[in-house]
């Protein structure tokens, strides 16, 4: 089912005509370059335009012009300063010590929402390219415990989160994976709310028991 401008009307995606209410978490599953561009790109102009704080996290490759890019799209708003843009390596979000570690990020992920609530509060969209998932890191296998656990932080904020996934480069069974754990969806240069999303709750239960007393 599409998001509808109609019903959603909070936030403009900054692709596709697309709004959504604050508080989502979507997996991007895009085929080419031009397309994970348009998502990621385009999702964090509309931000810088609404002055809102900017977190991402693009593939190595990408990193050195993820800010060029962005502030390409919308060249009429200041040039954002590191602060306004956080801009990650995958190895300093989501490993840093060496090995990854859900709560570990559900910490990281706080230190940012409680820094912005104390410097004045903005809205947040958050966006990463998960590339870095395909290399043997220490407790990579819990990536999807911690998509589940990303949910729960997220809802109730002014937060959105966009989780990028090449499907050309990942396996489909991991695929099927990521659409249980993110409400919804954006392909085909469509956004979709997910029909094969299991809430946090159940699905922890079920595939990562240990992970429950994080909700």
């Known amino acids: 089912m599409h998001l509808k401008t109609s019903d ?7 692709f596709g005509g697309y709004t959504c209410n604050w508080g ?6 895009y085929e080419s370059e031009d397309e994970r561009d348009e998502i990621m790109f ?7 335009r609404e ?3 900017l977190v991402c996290c693009p593939d190595d490759a990408h ?4 800010l060029d890019s962005v ?12 602060v306004s843009f956080r801009l990650f390596h995958s190895h300093e979000l989501y490993h840093p010590k060496g090995f990854f570690d859900p709560i570990d990020m559900l910490k990281a992920h706080d230190d940012i929402w409680d820094e912005n609530l104390r410097t004045g509060p903005k809205n947040v969209r958050g966006t990463a390219e998960m590339g870095w998932a395909l290399e043997k890191i220490p407790g990579v296998e819990h990536l999807m415990a911690y998509e589940s656990l990303l949910n729960t932080f997220i809802w109730g904020k002014t937060w959105i989160s966009i989780c990028l996934y090449d499907v050309n480069r990942f396996p489909g069974a991991t695929i099927m994976k990521v659409l249980q754990v993110h409400p919804f969806v954006i392909t085909g240069g469509g956004v979709f709310e997910n029909p094969y999303f299991i809430n946090p709750d159940k699905w922890l239960a079920k595939y990562a028991p240990k992970f429950l007393k994080a909700l």
């Open 42 to 48: 385009g999702f964090l102009a509309r931000g810088l």
């Open 51 to 53: 002055q809102e704080l």
């Open 8 to 14: 959603l009307s909070v936030l403009d995606l900054g």
């Open 24 to 29: 989502t978490h979507f997996c991007g599953l």
């Open 71 to 82: 502030h390409a799209l919308c060249p009429e708003a200041p040039r954002p300063d590191p």
């Open 63 to 66: 990193h050195d012009h993820a």
